[in-house]
Nanobody, 129 residues
Framework: QVQLVESGGGLVQAGDSLRLSCAAS????????MGWFRQIPGKEREFVAA???????????AYADSVNGRFTISRDNARNTVSLQMNSLKPEDTAVYYC???????????????????WGRGTQVTVSS
């Protein structure tokens, strides 16, 4: 089992930056993928970014097209944390952001919510125009 706790959400203006953090506990030594998803009411959970790590391949990352170049995911395996640096925020980035993790090594960076078995409770990010 893996427990995830997000922090860092809040209310910002368009163009501002915000950093989300997620702390993992439990079976953290087996974590393959750690990622971020977001969701707005009435919509499906949307992939934002993820980072995988194995001893052999190191860290690999992937981003949604909508955030590529603005968001940066970073993973600290020693501290069992994953962070999401969000720059140049837009009103359409407003959502509840969820941290996710999975233990299964797939060889690729998983980008769909059903590939992740562990989830945090989410943190609200609101970007005003």
């Amino acid at each position: 089992q893996v427990q995830l706790v997000e922090s860092g959400g809040g209310l910002v203006q368009a163009g501002d930056s915000l950093r989300l953090s997620c702390a993992a506990s439990g079976r953290t030594s087996s974590m393959y993928a750690m990622g971020w998803f977001r969701q707005i009411p009435g919509k499906e959970r949307e992939f934002v970014a993820a980072a995988t790590w194995t001893f052999w391949s190191g860290t690999n990352t992937a981003y949604a097209d909508s955030v590529n170049g603005r968001f940066t995911i970073s993973r600290d395996n020693a501290r069992n944390t994953v962070s999401l640096q969000m720059n140049s925020l837009k009103p359409e980035d407003t959502a509840v952001y969820y941290c996710a993790a999975d233990l299964s090594q797939k060889g690729v960076v998983p980008k769909t919510s059903h590939e992740y078995h562990y989830w945090g409770r989410g943190t609200q990010v609101t970007v005003s125009s």
